[in-house]
Nanobody, 128 residues
Framework: QVQLVESGGGLVQAGGSLRLSCAAS????????MGWFRQAPGKEREFVAA????????YYADSVKGRFTISRDSAKNTVYLQMNSLKPEDTAVYYC?????????????????????WGQGTQVTVSS
């Protein structure tokens, strides 16, 4: 079992930055690929970013490409989502998720249903 805990959300003005953290426990993340999703009120959960470090595959939603960066600190067993140039439409609850590496080898990002473990989410609010 992998337990994931997100942190780093908050209120920020448009154009600002936040870094979300996803701390894992229970197992090392070295054999997992990681993803970030978000869900705004009244909307479905949507893909944001994902990475398979072993396979060197990285995926970003078009809406965040060039602004968001997914990274990992193996020593801390933590994955990050650096979010720059934030926009009001980025407002949502952000979730991190883990999936065994061998599943994330496709050309397209995996859907939410493919992931094995989820965190509880952290709220990001961007004011205009």
């Amino acid at each position: 079992q992998v337990q994931l805990v997100e942190s780093g959300g908050g209120l920020v003005q448009a154009g600002g930055s936040l870094r979300l953290s996803c701390a894992a426990s229970g197992r090392t993340l070295s054999t997992y690929a990681m993803g970030w999703f978000r869900q705004a009120p009244g909307k479905e959960r949507e893909f944001v970013a994902a990475k398979n470090w072993s396979a060197r595959r990285i995926y970003y939603a078009d809406s965040v490409k060039g602004r968001f960066t997914i990274s990992r600190d193996s020593a801390k067993n933590t994955v990050y989502l650096q979010m720059n140039s934030l926009k009001p439409e980025d407002t949502a609850v952000y979730y991190c998720a883990a999936v065994v590496e061998y599943k994330m080898t496709t050309d397209q990002p995996l859907g939410a249903r493919e992931y094995d473990y989820w965190g509880q989410g952290t709220q990001v609010t961007v004011s205009s």
